[in-house]
């Protein structure tokens, strides 16, 4: 069973429930669980998140735990957990199925960032560059948006109810900082680029994955040249595995793995275009926030998909994915064979907002979620699941998950 329907079934009667509470207990897995769209959604109930399932169609109402959805920006997830951020920018890992949390250490943790103060005298993150003649002034973020400038991918490597086995990496400002750490560490430990390290120096991360292949995170710079990061001895180790890649462009860029361990690489293309119907903006907002335009949204225009050739070191470019859907945003990007999961479209990209500036700077315009079809190069709909239309189209900006009870 999905976990959607796990759930439902402890509502049929009493021998069902204690059937779903046992399995609960045992904490047995739940394999090949379909992807969900993660959302907030106030239609259902205040403060309500609700998972929908795009291979059954189904939604399931779930009570986010500690603050409601709608207060919580959503910045990666993995291995069916989310990672959040709390009113003061400390990052927070949910699994928004049992309520299980953990606290990441605090953003002054970080070895460029320090509580200090705003031009007022109020209390404010100061964020470093590195030392040298040639370093930049400190930017004051403002504590309850430091996350919107300061974190950029969030990536773990297994569920975070693994404890100490579950280790984070976090890509995070200024530009090409790479920050680990293990749950119960008392400290982020920083990995800059510098002689020996093999990582390239002052350059822009735009994914991360982990592989279970091999145990290893790798990285997706900017150019499209992707780096190895082995973070399982006692010391860091990152290698160069495509370099010199020539024509990438600006597109958003993402990493993912084939069942069978392939690369890909997805190069999403996105344009501002002006709806025809404008969004609400409570006046307060637009008073306080510059550059709000209740027509403006953010929409993808094209995608491409690249087969990594690390022998030839090269990128082919493919003409599409006849066996595979994948899913890409916020979340950790998923390559997923459709003949495992029933409803998926074969050949398609299930596809969420991911870009910081229009998710964060206007939280009220409308979000996109999607289905990019590979074949007809266009966009379609995901169907609407509850009586308000397009419930999932606002702020946070929603996410994939894998729904799991672990």
Avoid at 281 to 296: A, L
Avoid at 351 to 368: A, F, G, H, M, Q
Wanted: proline share 9%; with cysteine.
């Amino acid at each position: 069973m999905d976990v959607p329907g796990a759930v439902r079934s402890g509502a049929v009667c009493t021998s069902w429930n204690a059937a779903y509470a046992a399995f609960r207990r045992l904490r047995a897995p739940s394999p090949r669980q379909p992807p969900c769209l993660l959302y907030a959604s106030d239609s259902l109930a205040p403060g309500a998140a609700a998972l929908h399932c795009v291979a059954t169609g189904a939604t399931l109402r779930i009570p986010f735990p500690r603050a409601p959805l709608a207060r919580r920006p959503l910045l990666g997830s993995g291995h069916g957990w989310v990672v959040t951020a709390d009113e003061a920018s400390n990052l927070h890992l949910v699994n928004p199925v049992t309520g299980a949390q953990a606290a990441l250490l605090p953003v002054t943790a970080l070895h460029n960032v320090k509580m200090g103060t705003d031009e007022r005298g109020g209390p404010a993150y100061t964020v470093y560059d590195e030392p040298g003649p040639n370093s930049k002034p400190p930017i004051i973020l403002e504590i309850g948006r430091a996350h919107e400038y300061l974190y950029h991918r969030v990536v773990l490597s297994t569920s975070p109810s693994a404890s100490r086995a579950c280790v984070v990496v976090l890509l995070h400002m200024p530009m090409g900082k790479i920050s680990f750490t293990k749950l119960g560490d008392d400290r982020w430990t920083l990995f800059s680029p510098c002689e020996g390290t093999g990582l390239p120096w002052k350059c822009f991360y735009k994914d991360a994955m982990y592989s279970d292949v091999d145990g290893l995170f790798y990285l997706l710079l900017i150019n499209a040249s992707i780096v190895s990061l082995d973070l399982n001895g006692s010391s860091p180790v990152a290698r160069m595995i495509l370099d010199n890649v020539s024509g990438t462009g600006t597109r958003a860029k993402y990493l993912v793995q084939t069942p069978a361990g392939d690369f890909l690489q997805a190069w999403r293309l996105k344009d501002y275009v002006d709806s025809p119907t404008p969004v609400d903006i409570p006046q307060e907002y637009m008073d306080e926030e510059e550059g709000q335009d209740p027509y403006v949204e953010l929409n993808t225009v094209d995608i491409e998909i690249y087969k990594v050739d690390l022998h030839g070191q090269k990128l082919e470019l493919m003409k599409g994915l006849p066996d595979y859907a994948l899913f890409l945003g916020f979340n950790a990007s998923m390559c997923l064979p459709i003949k495992d999961f029933d409803g998926l479209k074969a050949n398609c990209v299930y596809i969420t907002d991911d870009s910081p500036e229009y998710v964060n700077l206007l939280k009220y315009n409308r979000r996109e979620v999607g289905i990019w079809s590979m074949a007809e190069q266009s966009m379609s709909k995901l169907v609407d699941v509850a009586p308000v239309l397009c419930p999932w189209l606002n702020w946070p900006s929603p996410i994939w998950i894998k729904p799991s009870f672990l």
